[in-house]
């Protein structure tokens, strides 16, 4: 991607980071990874297990109660004035009755880097207009949001992610509600970033496909379960610890019927 | 005489008069003003933040009255207080927002009737109780028309930000904007906006201009711009039929302006080409058939 600021250690880096809400509730604890340039890692774990809270905290959305988020050397919201940070919403959160059009969402992606007035600079546009192209919507450009599929709102929003050119891409559900098609499209979007320098954070629950697009794996539950490369990682052992054992079970056998060709490279006890 | 003649007199024969004249300046320039600003307010959903900030105001007018300085000051920091500290509240308790923005205004609106009743003035509080295109003061008038080009300026100046803020906080963060800072200035357009309201249509009907304008234009078109023109053209109508009828008819002004207001969302509603219900309702019938003939055939 476009922007040329280069640091040499981690791409993110989540110091012993605990976040507890207001009522008492706790959120995560104690949670460190760090995160490679060019590194794409599913984040996994049930439902409540804390997996979008250090999401959200990874993104500055929420504050940490103890520790401290890096990402390139920086803080959190010094990385987001540089637009170090593209961030994809899950489909629920966007209002799609909103009166904005396909381009004006993609073009809310470059809006930290445009002038004080924010008209589009030349270089704006083409950022834009490369990066409707690269996800196939540049017929819908002048569509309202909502009355588009599935599908395609998905691509608007890894479009506007896209036209940001930044450094690091958190994407919350991206599978969710897309066809087999979008999936893949997405996966192969994914791993093109990767090739591009882009460090990729995805919180899914689609566990089965994990291997095929993802380096790296963590398993959140309140704490951090496991981190690591997926083939050493994305085992029987740590899925149970996470989900339980039936869960894990399911979820490896999908695996195996997905990709019978690469069940080689993480053995199964 | 003919009867366009007749109409034509009936229409052009208030504007011979000054004050009527005046009463249409004012009230087109208010209502733009809120026009504009409903369109962010409905789609952020802050109605009921706009109608704090309405009833907020009144103690802030009151005491800017017996310290001499101008009324919209006054009235900005009592809304400001009100809606601030409601925040504050808010992030320290569990209670709900709608909830403690419930306490929070109704608190102030007290305070305000209590110092209006303490303090020995003539009817000067019952406008901005009741609201009075015709009789706004020369002073008051000055302080309205610097508002209004403020409050539009800031719009059309900050309208991109406004615009991701309304529709999405968290991508306005991620690519480094203050939101915070847009929070407040949203907040601050909202006050002035209402305070300029109070003056046509008075405490209990703002929320009227406030609200909808902005909901008959989201019926009828697709992007924030052309929104924020069918609020102005909407309310425009009504200001017009709203000071020509009270001059005809002698009723309250403010009423039928927010009557006329509501009106004009009815038809919308109605009739809205593609969000209308009567032609929601026609296209789903006209689907169900197509589909049973191609069952059938």
Same mark, same amino acid.
């Given at each position: 991607?476009?922007?040329?600021? #280069?640091?040499?250690?981690?791409?993110?880096?989540?110091?012993?980071?605990?976040v507890r809400y207001p009522d008492g509730h706790l959120g995560i604890q104690d949670i460190s990874l760090t995160l490679p340039h060019a590194c794409v890692c599913a984040l996994i774990g049930p439902n409540g297990s804390g997996k979008s809270t250090l999401c959200k905290t990874i993104l500055g959305f929420t504050r940490?109660?103890?520790?401290?988020?890096?990402? *390139?050397? *920086?803080?959190?919201?010094?990385?987001?004035?540089?637009?170090?940070?593209?961030?994809?919403?899950?489909?629920?959160?966007?209002?799609?009755? !909103?009166?904005?059009?396909?381009?004006?969402?993609?073009?809310?992606?470059? #809006?930290? #880097? $445009?002038?004080?007035?924010?008209?589009?600079?030349?270089?704006?546009?083409?950022?834009?207009?490369?990066?409707?192209?690269?996800?196939?919507?540049?017929?819908?450009?002048?569509?309202?949001?909502? *009355?588009?599929?599935?599908? #395609?709102?998905?691509?608007?929003?890894?479009?506007?992610?896209?036209?940001?050119?930044?450094?690091?891409?958190?994407?919350?559900?991206? !599978?969710?509600?897309?066809?087999?098609?979008?999936?893949?499209?997405?996966?192969?979007?994914?791993?093109?970033?990767?090739?591009?320098?882009?460090?990729?954070?995805?919180?899914?629950?689609?566990?089965?496909?994990?291997?095929?697009?993802?380096?790296?794996?963590a398993m959140v539950s309140r704490q951090l379960i496991a981190f690591g490369p997926v083939a050493t990682t994305f085992t029987q052992r740590h899925l149970a610890a996470t989900f339980g054992d039936v869960m894990a079970d399911t979820v490896l056998s999908g695996v195996e019927a997905d990709l019978p060709e690469r069940t080689a490279s993480w053995s199964l006890s | 005489m003919s009867a366009l003649n007749e109409m034509l007199t009936l229409f052009v024969l208030p504007l011979t008069l000054d004050f009527m004249r005046q009463a249409l300046w004012m009230g087109l320039l208010v209502g733009t003003v809120c026009a504009v600003l409903s369109c962010l307010i409905v789609l952020k959903g802050w109605s009921l933040v706009g109608d704090a900030a309405s009833h907020a105001v009144v103690p802030g007018i009151v005491l800017a009255w017996l310290a001499g300085i101008p009324m919209v000051i006054g009235a900005l920091v009592s809304a400001l207080c009100c809606l601030l500290g409601a925040g504050l509240i808010e992030r320290h308790c569990r209670i709900r927002t709608d909830a403690v923005l419930g306490i929070s205004f109704t608190g102030f609106l007290a305070l305000g009737m209590v110092l209006v009743a303490?303090?020995?003035?003539?009817?000067?509080? *019952?406008?901005?109780?009741?609201?009075?295109?015709?009789?706004?003061?020369?002073?008051?008038?000055?302080?309205?028309?610097?508002?209004?080009?403020?409050?539009?300026?800031?719009?059309?100046?900050?309208?991109?930000?406004?615009r991701l803020y309304c529709f999405d906080p968290q991508q306005a963060q991620v690519v480094g904007l203050n939101t915070r800072r847009l929070q407040l200035l949203l907040t601050v357009l909202l006050t002035l906006a209402t305070v300029m309201?109070?003056? =046509?249509?008075?405490?209990?009907?703002?929320?009227?201009?406030?609200?909808?304008?902005?909901?008959? =234009?989201?019926?009828?078109?697709?992007?924030?711009?052309?929104?924020?023109?069918?609020?102005?053209?909407?309310?425009?109508?009504?200001?017009?039929?709203?000071? $020509?009828?009270?001059?005809?008819?002698?009723?309250?002004t403010g009423g039928v302006i927010v009557l006329i207001q509501a009106f004009l969302f009815l038809l919308a509603f109605l009739f809205a080409p593609e969000r209308g219900v009567i032609f929601q309702k026609i296209r789903v019938w006209r689907a169900i058939r197509a589909d049973r003939e191609a069952a059938q055939g």
């Open positions: 991607m476009s922007d040329q600021y #280069q640091h040499d250690g981690p791409a993110i880096e989540v110091s012993r980071t605990s940490p109660t103890s520790g401290r988020v890096q990402l *390139m050397g *920086m803080t959190v919201r010094q990385a987001q004035k540089r637009n170090l940070v593209a961030y994809v919403p899950q489909a629920e959160e966007v209002d799609w009755q !909103f009166p904005v059009s396909v381009r004006d969402v993609v073009m809310m992606g470059r #809006q930290g #880097q $445009m002038n004080w007035l924010r008209i589009p600079s030349a270089t704006d546009r083409r950022h834009v207009e490369a990066a409707m192209t690269r996800m196939e919507i540049t017929d819908l450009a002048h569509k309202q949001i909502g *009355m588009l599929s599935g599908g #395609q709102k998905k691509r608007v929003f890894l479009a506007r992610a896209l036209a940001q050119g930044s450094r690091i891409l958190v994407l919350d559900e991206p !599978f969710t509600g897309v066809d087999a098609h979008t999936e893949q499209g997405i996966m192969a979007l994914i791993s093109g970033l990767r090739e591009e320098g882009v460090t990729v954070l995805i919180v899914t629950h689609a566990l089965s496909n994990v291997p095929q697009y993802c380096d790296h794996v | 303490m303090v020995p003035s003539d009817v000067h509080f *019952m406008h901005i109780l009741l609201g009075n295109l015709l009789g706004i003061e020369a002073s008051t008038r000055y302080q309205l028309v610097v508002t209004g080009i403020v409050v539009l300026g800031a719009v059309i100046l900050k309208f991109s930000d406004l309201a109070l003056q =046509a249509v008075g405490v209990v009907l703002v929320i009227a201009m406030l609200v909808t304008p902005g909901c008959t =234009a989201f019926l009828l078109t697709r992007r924030l711009a052309s929104m924020m023109m069918m609020a102005v053209t909407s309310t425009w109508l009504s200001v017009l039929s709203g000071v $020509m009828l009270s001059f005809h008819v002698d009723v309250e």
